[in-house]
């Protein structure tokens, strides 16, 4: 693809696959930073915002949403061709979203439970992220994503340069904040010494535990964290439920889900 030419105003385009919007909005919600931005840039395909349509190519492409259809295996490829840098946003497009949670069961047998001639749904077995099908510049994640981080990344791509997004755990957004540790004070359960920040520990401000909207970290240590779940009485079946939420499919997640599944299925035959 072409770069942009020297002097011209780079092109946005935001695009919808399976998924609620939310991160969508997460960029109306942007309110004021909205207009700069808008002014810096050419916001030439957003559905959510304006019926206005201009052509590809774009310099810069914000992809919600996972892939579920065949059709959109196929509308993945067409955005990749006219994006010169394409970055996806939110658990759905980074991990398969919550309706990845078919990954784990008969997709055709919800089909014929929901639907009252499911013969005419075209569905795929799997709920894939977007960088299952085409190369990903890079991935914002979250449910939904943090304004902050979503304006970081698009004004970094402006600039030239790698988004700067934090890898460390929610726990130590509650360091910052100066919350007291639930899971350690309350003997709550929480997932954040496994989840990236970027959500301001807003859970766990609230006292609540973490549910893990953003992912893993790098490094997360989900086998320790495991046993201290089970310490404060949560069974192997709880902890496939807590890892199979929004970002069920990300290898540290998944990998533990069904280490947790696997025990449970010990048990049953004991």
Same mark, same amino acid.
């Given at each position: 693809?072409? &770069? ?19 991160? =969508? +909005? ?5 309110? #004021? ?30 992809? #919600? ?6 059709? @959109? ?25 919550? =309706?990845? +949670?078919?990954? %784990?069961?008969?997709?055709?047998? %919800? ?49 030239? &340069? ?14 910052? &904040?100066?919350?007291?540790?639930? +899971? ?11 989840? =990236? ?20 970290? *790098? ?19 709880? +902890? ?17 889900? *069904?280490?947790?599944? #696997?025990?449970?299925?010990? *048990?049953? @035959?004991?």
């Amino acid at each position: 693809m072409k &770069r942009t030419a020297p002097g011209a105003t780079p092109r946005l385009a935001v695009w919808k696959f399976a998924s609620c919007d939310g991160c =969508q +909005l997460t960029l109306l919600d942007c309110e #004021e930073d909205l207009l700069p931005l808008a002014s810096a840039m050419d916001i030439a395909y957003f559905l959510e915002a304006s019926s206005a349509v201009g052509p590809g190519p774009y310099d810069l492409s914000l992809v #919600e949403g996972s892939i579920t259809t065949p059709q @959109d295996a196929q509308r993945i490829q067409h955005v990749r061709r006219v994006s010169r840098r394409l970055v996806t946003i939110g658990a759905c497009a980074t991990a398969g979203g919550v =309706q990845a +949670l078919r990954d %784990f069961a008969d997709v055709r047998e %919800f089909a014929a439970v929901v639907y009252a001639a499911p013969e005419y749904i075209a569905t795929l077995d799997r709920s894939t992220p977007i960088s299952a099908h085409v190369p990903v510049d890079f991935e914002l994640r979250g449910c939904p994503i943090d304004k902050r981080q979503l304006i970081e990344v698009i004004t970094a791509f402006l600039a030239g &340069r790698r988004p700067v997004v934090p890898g460390h755990s929610v726990c130590v957004e509650c360091k910052i &904040r100066g919350n007291v540790c639930v +899971l350690v004070a309350h003997g709550t359960p929480c997932l954040g010494p496994v989840t =990236q920040a970027g959500c301001g520990a807003l859970c766990p401000a609230s006292d609540r535990g973490c549910y893990g909207c953003f992912g893993p970290t *790098e490094t997360p240590n989900s086998r320790a964290l495991d046993a201290r779940l089970r310490e404060l009485g949560m069974s192997d079946a709880d +902890l496939v439920r807590v890892y199979r939420t929004f970002n069920a499919t990300e290898e540290p997640f998944l990998r533990a889900s *069904e280490e947790a599944e #696997e025990a449970v299925g010990t *048990e049953g @035959d004991a």
